[in-house]
C-alpha cells in the first residue's frame, strides 16, 4: 500500500523580474507521510517551508512554478492533475490551517457560510444535513453554543476561537492529510496549548496525516512523530523527534537547537551567526557554509549529498560522510 | 561564539552595485521617460529651439498675403493647417492659430509653463505639507488636532473647485497659479506625512535621540522628514500630472495663466470656437501636449511608487 | 462603539465648521460683489441700499454670525446675482447635476470595475497591461480635451449628437408628473458630457477595482477559501468581488458627490445647466451666497458620506475603530 | 455728477418738435394742466384693433446667464439687457419704439409745464394687468415711490408730491424744475415708467415677484429655471394689438459657440453678439439672417496717462498706439469687414456725436512706421513695457490682436483677462478701478442718449467713472452745463469731442457691428425681417410682440 503521502524531489521556484532572478524556494526535497503521523518542517523564516506546503495543493503566487518532482497522495501523482481535479483534493483530502487566524476567516461572511463551505462543494450537503454537519464540526472544535455562534461574523471572536473554526473548516471535508502552517504562532500561550491539543485529538479521532509547519521546537517536541529540517529550500536533515532532540546530525539542526531558550540555566541566549542567505544568490558549494563553525575547504566547492546516517534518518552534510569527516 | 565574516572580494561589491544600478535603470520605464525628457529638453531650450517666437505672428511673404487676402500687404496669415494638409506649408509645420503665430513654437513654449507651474506648485505643497505633517505627527495633542482638523476640512473641498475659488482671489497670472496649487495640495502631504510619521515616532532611534536630549526641531528635521521622503516622493511624482491638470483646466477657463502666454490649456479654450470651423488642430496639439506630459508623469510616479513600496513590487 | 461614534461625528462637524469658515472668509477675499451691481453710471444711492441689504455694511464679524444662523436653519440666503434664495436655485439645478453625473457614474463603474477585476485576475498580463494604460490614458486627458474631441466627432463631424445643453426637459418641483419622465428624456445630450465626464472616472474607478481586487486576493482569507477547494469562479465571484467592492463602492460613493456637484469643467464646455455651472457664474459674479451654497452642500455631503463610512467601517472592522 | 449730466440730457426736450402729422391722429386731448406747457415730442401710439393669433415659439438666446432680477423694473440697474424683459412683461407710460424715441405707451397724454415744476399723464382707458386686475394712477404713484433703481434717489428729491386727480389721471409735482424729467422717465432711460402692480407686488413680495413677476406687458410670464431659462406666453389681451408670436423662450447661453450650434440646429431663432471666428460661419450659412446691428464704436483708455511718470502721458505716445493699430485688418478679421473704421469714440447713434467717417474727423491712421518715428522723439525710442492691456470682456481675441500690433511698434504688454462682471465693476470706478499709471483699456459703451452721456461718464472730472480729466475739457462742459441755447450746447459738446479725439485721450478703433442672427422660422422670410431692428438707439430688436414665427408643427 502507498503511504498517505510521498514528495520526491520537490523542486519550486520564483521567477521574477522577468525571469532574470530566479529564487529557489524548495530545491529538492523529498518526505513521505504515513497515515496518523505528524511531520514537522522546521526552519527559519524564508527557508521554503510555506512554499513547500503551497507547492503540495499547487497554489502558488503568480512567479513560481513547480519545476520537477512527484507528489502522490496514496499513490496518485497530484503534479499530473488537472486544476479541476486539484480542487476536487484541496479540502476534501487536503486541508490546511492558516498561520494568522484573524486574517484567514472572510470578514463579510458568517461562521455558519465559512464553515460549510467544504461540505457543501465537496460532500454536496444541503439544507438541514449541512447544518448539522456544521454543528458536529462546531461542536467538536469546542465552540461554546454553536447554534448561536455560528450565526456570527468573524470579528465578533477572539484569536483561539477563530483558529478553532478555521480547524472545524479543515475537519469539514474529512480530509487525509491536514497541513497546519504555524497555526499557533499568533496565539496565547494558554491558548497554545489548548490547540495544539485540540489538534491531537482530532488526529487521534481521524487518523488524518498532519504537516505541522513550525519555528518553535517545543510544540514540534510535542507535536511530532518525524522532523524535517529546512534549509535554503532543502532539507539538510530528517529525523524522528527523539533522534533530532538526542542526536542532531547537521551543524545547522545543533544551531537551532542550542538558540532554544532552556530552562533553570541563565546562559545567554546563542543566535545563530549570520543572515539567512539570499535563495536567488546561494553560495557555492553546501548553502550553509557562510554561517557553518565547521564549513571546511570542501563545503565551499561541493554540495553535500543526502547521507543516511542511521534509524532511517538522513543529513545533508559532509561531516555525516565518514571518509569525509576523517579527512 | 565567533561570528564567521562573509568573503567577499572588493570586486564583488562593485559588481553587486553595478549589477542593481543596473536593474534600477533597466527597470524605469522608457517611454514616459523619453517624453518627460524630450518636453523638458524642450522647455528649457525652447527659445533655441523654436523655430518662431512664442508672441508675434510669422511674417507672410507678399504673395502669401496677396493668395489669402487679396492685398500686398498683411500682418499675417492666420490659420494655415498642418504641412500635411493642403495649404500648410514646412514653415509652420503644424500651422498658425487665429493671430497667424506658429502652433510648433507656441506648443514648445508652453511645455515650459506647464512643468514650471507643475513643478513649482508641486514642490511648494509638498515642502508646505510635509512640514505641517511632520508637526502635526511628531507635536501630536493639539498640534495634531488643529492641524488635521484643517487638513480634513480642506481635503473636503474638490481640488478644482477649491483652485477656481482662490484663483478668483488672486486674479490670473503664472505664479498665481503656483501658489493655488501649493495651497490646494499641502492637505495631501500633510495626512500621509503625518501617518508616517506616527509610526517612526514610536522607533528606537526617534527614541534614543530622545533619551539623549536632541531637540524637538532637530529631530523633526535631522530624523523624521528624511525618513518620510520616500512617501512624500512618490507623492510628488503622482500629484504633479494633477498639477498640470489642474492648471489646464485653470487656463481653460480664463482664471489661469493669462493671454498671450502659450499656456496649453488656454490655447485650447481660445480655439474652441475653431473646433466648430474644422480646425480641429489648434485644439488637438495642446490636448495631446498635456496628455502626453500627464501620462508620462503618472507612469514615472507610478513605476516609483512600486519601487519605493516593497509591498507593492509585484503589482 | 458609541463613543466612536460620538468622537466621529463631533470630527466631521469640527470639520465642517471650519470648512465654513475657510468658505465664508475665501469668498470674501474675492472682491466686493457691490462693484458687480455698479455698472458704470450706477446710483450711489441705489449701491447703498444694495450693500445694506445684503448685509455687506456691517462689520465682518457679525456678518458671519448672522450667516451660521441662518445657516443653522437651513437657509443660505439669497444669490446676489440671480436675486432669488440660493436654496431653490441649487435645488432646482441639484437633479440636472444629478442625471448627469448618475450617468458618468454608471459610465464609470461599467468601465471601471469590470476592466479593473479583469486586470487583477490576470495580473502582470497582458490583459492588466491593457488595463493599466487604460486606466493611465483615463486619468492623464484633462475633461475638457475628452469633451472637445466628442464634441468634434460627433457633434461637429458625424452631426450624431446634439453639442449644447440638456434639452428641453426639466425637473419642476412644482409638477410631479416632470419628478419621474426627467431621468428618461433627452437621452442624446446626456451621452457625450456624461462620456466626457465619467472617463477621467473610469480610470480611477479601474485602478481602484484592480489594487482593491490584488489586495483581497492576496489575503489570507481568499488562499482559505482556495484551499477549501471552492471553484476559483465562486472564489471571485462570491469572496473576492464582495470584499473588493467595500473600497470600490465608498470610492465610487464620493466619486459621485464630485461629478454631481463640481463637475464645473465639463458642465461649462456642454452649457450643461448644472450646480458647476452654477457655482462658476457665482464666482465670475462675485456672489458669495451662492458660492457659500454650492461648496457647503458640496462639503456637506462628502462629509456626512465620510462620517457613514467611518461608522460603517467601524463596525464592520473593530480594530478600525481601536486604531482611530 | 449725474444730475448734471441728466441736466444735459433735458435739455434736448426742449427742442421744438415738427409733429403735425403726428398730431392730426392723435385723439383729442383735454389739456390736465394748466398755463404755459413746455413743448414735448411724443409720437402716437400705432394700435392695432383687429385680433390676430398668436402663433409659434420664438427661442432667444441671450449670451449671459439670465438673472431673474432682470422681471422687476423696481431695482432697474442700468443695464439695456433689462429691458429686453421690460418690453416683454411690463410696460411703460412713454417707451421707445419704431416711430420715435419717446413713444405714448400706458400714458395717452403727457403734459409738462413750461417752468418744468408739473408733470402730468393720462393713462388709456381700460388698462388691465394680466391677473385682470385693473391699473390705475395708483399703481403709477406707487411705482413712483417704491422704484429702488438707478436714478431714483434723484427721483425721490426733486419730488414733492404726487397728486392722483382721478383713476386715468395723475400729476407729479416737483420741488425744483426738473428739465430731464420726460427724458428719464422715458421707459428707454430708467426703470421708474415701467409699471408695476400693486397690490401683487405687496402680496408676494420682492423675491416673489421676481419668481413671477406680473406686468401690463405684451407677454405673459410663465415660468423660469434661474440663469438658464425663462418662458413667456403670448397675453391675448395687450391694449396695442395682439401678439403675433405665441410663446417665446429665453435661454442664457454665455458660449458663442453654443450659440452658433443652437441656430444651426434650429434649436434657437435668434441669438446676439456673434463676432470673431464664428461670424463667417454664421454669414455663409444660407438658413440664417444676419444684421450688422450697429451698436457702438471700439476705442481705448489710457487710465492715469495724466500722471507725469506714465508712459502715456505724451501725447506722442498715445498718437504712435493709434499709429500701430491695423484698424482695417482688425474689422475683417473681428467683424469679416463690417466693422467700420472709426474716428470718433461716440457711436452716431447718439445725438450731437461728431461723425468720425473722414467728413468731421479724420479716419485714423495705420502706419507703423509713423508711430516708430514718433517713439523715437520721446522718452523710448526702442519702446517700452506697459503693465496690462485690459480688454473689455469676453472679447480677449480682439484684444490679443490689438496687443500684437503694439508689440510690432515696440510697445509690449500683457493681456489681464478678467471675467465679465469684474471688467464692468472696474469701469464703473474710472480711473481709481486700474492702479498704477501703464494700463491700456479696450471699451465699448453703447449708452442711449446725446453723445454728452458717455462724456459725462468717462470725460469729466466728476465722474466716478472718469478716465479723462482735463481743464480745457472742464471748462467747455461747465459752459454746456449752464447753457439753455440748443446751438451752442451742441457747438460745445462737439468742440469736447474734438479734444479727446485730437489730443488722443480716447482711441477709437472702429464701429462695432453688435451682430444678431435669426433662423429660418422667424417671418417674414427673406431680407423683410431687418424691421425688428427699427426701434432708434436699441441695441436689442424691441418691442417683442410684432416678432413673427412659423406656426409650430
Known amino acids: 500500500m502507498p503511504p498517505r503521502l510521498r514528495v520526491t524531489d520537490l523542486r519550486t521556484h520564483y521567477f521574477g523580474f522577468g525571469g532574470t532572478r530566479v529564487v529557489k524556494a524548495v530545491d529538492g526535497v523529498s518526505f513521505t507521510l504515513e497515515a496518523g503521523e505528524t511531520i514537522g518542517l522546521v526552519g527559519e523564516s524564508g527557508c521554503g517551508k510555506t512554499t513547500t506546503c503551497y507547492s503540495l495543493v499547487r497554489l502558488l503566487p503568480p512567479g513560481a512554478r513547480i519545476l520537477s518532482g512527484r507528489i502522490e497522495l496514496e499513490g496518485e501523482d497530484l503534479l499530473t492533475k488537472s486544476q479541476a481535479e486539484l480542487r476536487e483534493i484541496r479540502g476534501r483530502r487536503i486541508a490546511t490551517i492558516l498561520q494568522d487566524p484573524m486574517a484567514s476567516l472572510d470578514p463579510l461572511f458568517s461562521i455558519y457560510d465559512q464553515v460549510a463551505e467544504p461540505a457543501y462543494y465537496h460532500r454536496a450537503l444541503r439544507g438541514q444535513t449541512l447544518r448539522r454537519r456544521v454543528l458536529e464540526l462546531l461542536t467538536a472544535v469546542r465552540i461554546p453554543s454553536p447554534e448561536r455562534r455560528m450565526r456570527d461574523f468573524p470579528h465578533q471572536m477572539s484569536g483561539g476561537m477563530r483558529q478553532r473554526i478555521v480547524g472545524a473548516i479543515a475537519q469539514a471535508g474529512g480530509p487525509q492529510v491536514i497541513i497546519a502552517d504555524e497555526p499557533t504562532t499568533n496565539l496565547d500561550v494558554t491558548i497554545q496549548l489548548q490547540y495544539l491539543n485540540l489538534l491531537k485529538e482530532l488526529q487521534r479521532a481521524s487518523g488524518v496525516a498532519l504537516i505541522f509547519v513550525t519555528h518553535n521546537l517545543g510544540i514540534v517536541a510535542k507535536m511530532c512523530d518525524k522532523v524535517a529540517v529546512m534549509y535554503a529550500g532543502k532539507i539538510v536533515e530528517m529525523q524522528s523527534v527523539r533522534g533530532l532532540f538526542y542526536d542532531p546530525r547537521h551543524p545547522y539542526t545543533r544551531a537551532l537547537l542550542d538558540s532554544m531558550p532552556k530552562l533553570g540555566t541563565k546562559e545567554p541566549l546563542y543566535a545563530i551567526p549570520g543572515q539567512p542567505p539570499d535563495l536567488s544568490a546561494l553560495p557555492p558549494g553546501c548553502s550553509f557554509q557562510p554561517r557553518c563553525p565547521h564549513a571546511m575547504d570542501r563545503c565551499r566547492h561541493q554540495e553535500p549529498e543526502e547521507q543516511p546516517v542511521g534509524n532511517g534518518a538522513i543529513a545533508k552534510c559532509w561531516l555525516s560522510v565518514p571518509e569525509v569527516a576523517r579527512e | 561564539m565567533a561570528t564567521i565574516p562573509v568573503r567577499a572580494t572588493p570586486f564583488d561589491g562593485i559588481f553587486r552595485v553595478a549589477r542593481r544600478s543596473y536593474r534600477v535603470v533597466a527597470d524605469v520605464p522608457s517611454i514616459p521617460l523619453l517624453i518627460v525628457s524630450i518636453l523638458t529638453f524642450v522647455a528649457i531650450f525652447a527659445p533655441v529651439l523654436a523655430p518662431h517666437g512664442k508672441l508675434d505672428p510669422v511674417k507672410p511673404t507678399p504673395a502669401q498675403c496677396q493668395a489669402k487676402f487679396g492685398m500686398a500687404n498683411c500682418p499675417y496669415i492666420d490659420n494655415v493647417p498642418p504641412f500635411w494638409l493642403s495649404g500648410g506649408t514646412f514653415d509652420t509645420p503644424l500651422g498658425t492659430d487665429f493671430l497667424g503665430r506658429d502652433m510648433l513654437s507656441r506648443l514648445m513654449y508652453g511645455a515650459r509653463i506647464s512643468l514650471v507651474v507643475a513643478l513649482t506648485g508641486t514642490l511648494f505643497a509638498g515642502a508646505l505639507g510635509t512640514l505641517l505633517g511632520v508637526m502635526a505627527g511628531y507635536m501630536g495633542k493639539w498640534w495634531d488636532q488643529i492641524i488635521m482638523r484643517v487638513t480634513d476640512a480642506w481635503l473636503t473641498l474638490p481640488s478644482l473647485v477649491f483652485a477656481i475659488l482662490l484663483s478668483s482671489v488672486r486674479g490670473p497670472g503664472l505664479w498665481n497659479v503656483v501658489l493655488i496649487l501649493a495651497l490646494v495640495f499641502w492637505s495631501r502631504y500633510s495626512r500621509a506625512v503625518r501617518g508616517e510619521v506616527l509610526a517612526l515616532r514610536e522607533r528606537d532611534f526617534v527614541r534614543l535621540a530622545e533619551i539623549n536630549g536632541v531637540g524637538k526641531f532637530t529631530i523633526m528635521f535631522r530624523h523624521l522628514v528624511p525618513n518620510v521622503m520616500n512617501t512624500v516622493m512618490v507623492l510628488f511624482s503622482l500629484q504633479v500630472g494633477v498639477a498640470v491638470i489642474i492648471e489646464a483646466s485653470l487656463s481653460f477657463l480664463g482664471v489661469g495663466v493669462p493671454p498671450p502666454e502659450p499656456s496649453w490649456g488656454l490655447m485650447m479654450a481660445q480655439e474652441r470656437e475653431s473646433l466648430m470651423e474644422g480646425r480641429w488642430w489648434l485644439a488637438v496639439f495642446p490636448g495631446i501636449g498635456i496628455t502626453m506630459l500627464v501620462l508620462s508623469a503618472n507612469m514615472l510616479g507610478d513605476w516609483l511608487r512600486v519601487r519605493l513600496d516593497p509591498q507593492l513590487r509585484n503589482r | 462603539m458609541r463613543r466612536y461614534i460620538l468622537v466621529r461625528a463631533l470630527y466631521s462637524l469640527v470639520t465642517l465648521w471650519l470648512l465654513v469658515t475657510i468658505i465664508f472668509g475665501m469668498v470674501r477675499l474675492t472682491g466686493d460683489p457691490i462693484q458687480m451691481k455698479g455698472e458704470v453710471g450706477a446710483d450711489p444711492v441705489y449701491l447703498e441700499e444694495i450693500k445694506k441689504r445684503w448685509g455687506l455694511d456691517k462689520a465682518l464679524h457679525q456678518q458671519y454670525a448672522s450667516f451660521i444662523g441662518k445657516l443653522l436653519q437651513g437657509d443660505f440666503g439669497h444669490s446676489f446675482e440671480k436675486s432669488l434664495s440660493v436654496r431653490d436655485i441649487y435645488f432646482e439645478r441639484l437633479p440636472n447635476s444629478l442625471k448627469l453625473g448618475l450617468a458618468a457614474f454608471v459610465i464609470s463603474i461599467v468601465l471601471g470595475v469590470p476592466l479593473g477585476m479583469l486586470s487583477a485576475l490576470r495580473v502582470n498580463t497582458w490583459w492588466d497591461n491593457v488595463g493599466k494604460m487604460i486606466a493611465l490614458v483615463g486619468l492623464s486627458m484633462p475633461g475638457f480635451f475628452v469633451g472637445m474631441v466628442l464634441i468634434i466627432i460627433f457633434g461637429i463631424e458625424l452631426g450624431w449628437l446634439p453639442v449644447l445643453g440638456k434639452g428641453g426637459s426639466a425637473l419642476v418641483w412644482g409638477s410631479p408628473s416632470t419628478w419621474l419622465t426627467f431621468w428618461f428624456r433627452d437621452w442624446l445630450h446626456l451621452i457625450m458630457p456624461a462620456f466626457a465626464l465619467g472617463w477621467y472616472f473610469s480610470g480611477a474607478m479601474l485602478r481602484i477595482t484592480r489594487s482593491g481586487m490584488l489586495d483581497v486576493l492576496g489575503s489570507d482569507y481568499i488562499k482559505l477559501v482556495r484551499l477549501k477547494g471552492v471553484p476559483e469562479r465562486m472564489v471571485v465571484a462570491k469572496h473576492a468581488l464582495k470584499n473588493s467592492m467595500i473600497p470600490v463602492l465608498t470610492f465610487a460613493g464620493l466619486n459621485l458627490l464630485i461629478m454631481v456637484n463640481v463637475a464645473v469643467v465639463i458642465e461649462v464646455i456642454f452649457n450643461w445647466p448644472g450646480v458647476g455651472q452654477l457655482l462658476y457664474d457665482g464666482l465670475s459674479n462675485r456672489d458669495f451666497p451662492m458660492v457659500q451654497g454650492v461648496v457647503l452642500m458640496s462639503g456637506l455631503m462628502i462629509v456626512m458620506l465620510n462620517f457613514t463610512i467611518d461608522v460603517l467601517y467601524g463596525y464592520v472592522d473593530p480594530r478600525i475603530r481601536l486604531s482611530r | ?553
Open chain 4, 1 to 553: 455728477m449725474i444730475t448734471r449730466f441728466l441736466a444735459a440730457i433735458a435739455g434736448l426736450t426742449l427742442v421744438a418738435a415738427t409733429c403735425t402729422d403726428v398730431a392730426a391722429q392723435s385723439p383729442s386731448r383735454a389739456p390736465i394742466l394748466s398755463g404755459p406747457l413746455a413743448k414735448l415730442d411724443i409720437k402716437d401710439a400705432q394700435i392695432q384693433t383687429a385680433k390676430g393669433k398668436p402663433q409659434g415659439t420664438l427661442t432667444i438666446a441671450q449670451h449671459f446667464g439670465l438673472d431673474p432680477g432682470w422681471l422687476d423694473p423696481l431695482e432697474h440697474g442700468y443695464a439695456i439687457t433689462q429691458m429686453t424683459y421690460d418690453y416683454l412683461v411690463h410696460d411703460a407710460m412713454i417707451k421707445p419704439m419704431p416711430q420715435g424715441e419717446f413713444t405714448y405707451s400706458l400714458a395717452e397724454q403727457a403734459e409738462m409745464t413750461a417752468d418744468f415744476l408739473k408733470a402730468a399723464f393720462r393713462l388709456r382707458p381700460g388698462l388691465k394687468f394680466h391677473d385682470g386686475q385693473p391699473l390705475t394712477t395708483a399703481d403709477v404713484k406707487w411705482t413712483y415711490e417704491n422704484f429702488k433703481g438707478f436714478y431714483s434717489k434723484l427721483f425721490r428729491d426733486k419730488l414733492e408730491h404726487i397728486q392722483v386727480v382721478d383713476d386715468r389721471t395723475i400729476i407729479f409735482h416737483f420741488k425744483q424744475p426738473f428739465l430731464e424729467f420726460m427724458d428719464l422717465y422715458n421707459g428707454g432711460v430708467s426703470g421708474i415708467g415701467w409699471i408695476v402692480p400693486r397690490h401683487y407686488y405687496e402680496k408676494v413680495g420682492r423675491d416673489g415677484f421676481k419668481a413671477h413677476p406680473i406686468g401690463a406687458g405684451p407677454y405673459k410670464f410663465v415660468s423660469q429655471q434661474a440663469g438658464v431659462q425663462m418662458v413667456f406666453e403670448a397675453w391675448g389681451e395687450y391694449w396695442r394689438r395682439t401678439p403675433a408670436t405665441k410663446t417665446i423662450v429665453v435661454k442664457g447661453i454665455s458660449q458663442l459657440a453654443a450659440r452658433v450650434a443652437g441656430l444651426e440646429t434650429g434649436e434657437l431663432d435668434l441669438a446676439f453678439g456673434m463676432t470673431g471666428k464664428l461670424l463667417p460661419r454664421v454669414m455663409q450659412d444660407k438658413n440664417l439672417r444676419w444684421v450688422p446691428n450697429y451698436t457702438s464704436v471700439w476705442y481705448l483708455m489710457f487710465p492715469g496717462y495724466n500722471e507725469p511718470d506714465s508712459p502715456f502721458h505724451d501725447k506722442r505716445v498715445r498718437q504712435a498706439v493709434s499709429l500701430a493699430i491695423n484698424r482695417q485688418f482688425l474689422a475683417r478679421q473681428e467683424s469679416q469687414g463690417i466693422g467700420k473704421v472709426w474716428g470718433n469714440w461716440i457711436s452716431p447713434e447718439n445725438r450731437d456725436a461728431v461723425k468720425g467717417d473722414g467728413t468731421e474727423l479724420p479716419l485714423p491712421e495705420f502706419n507703423p512706421e509713423k508711430a516708430k518715428q514718433m517713439l523715437a522723439q520721446t522718452k523710448f525710442p526702442n519702446g517700452f513695457d506697459f503693465e496690462w492691456y485690459v480688454p473689455f470682456v469676453p472679447y480677449l481675441d480682439m484684444g490679443e490682436r490689438v496687443v500684437t500690433d503694439l508689440r510690432a511698434v515696440g510697445i509690449r504688454g500683457k493681456l489681464q483677462a478678467v471675467e465679465g462682471p469684474a471688467f464692468r465693476a472696474k469701469i464703473g470706478q474710472g480711473r481709481k478701478g486700474y492702479p498704477g499709471n501703464r494700463t491700456i483699456v479696450q471699451n465699448i459703451d453703447p449708452r442711449p442718449g446725446g453723445a454728452q452721456a458717455p462724456i459725462s461718464v468717462y470725460a469729466v472730472c466728476g465722474s466716478p467713472a472718469s478716465f479723462v480729466c482735463e481743464p480745457p475739457i472742464e471748462e467747455l462742459w461747465a459752459k454746456h452745463q449752464t447753457s439753455r441755447n440748443p446751438e451752442e450746447r451742441d457747438r460745445l459738446i462737439k468742440a469736447i469731442q474734438k479734444v479727446l479725439i485730437e489730443e488722443y485721450y480716447m482711441v477709437p478703433m472702429y464701429w462695432n457691428p453688435f451682430v444678431h442672427v435669426v433662423g429660418p422660422r422667424v417671418l417674414p422670410e427673406g431680407k423683410g425681417f431687418e424691421r425688428y431692428w427699427d426701434t432708434l438707439h436699441a441695441p436689442y430688436p424691441w418691442p417683442w410682440e410684432v416678432w413673427e414665427v412659423k406656426a409650430d408643427k
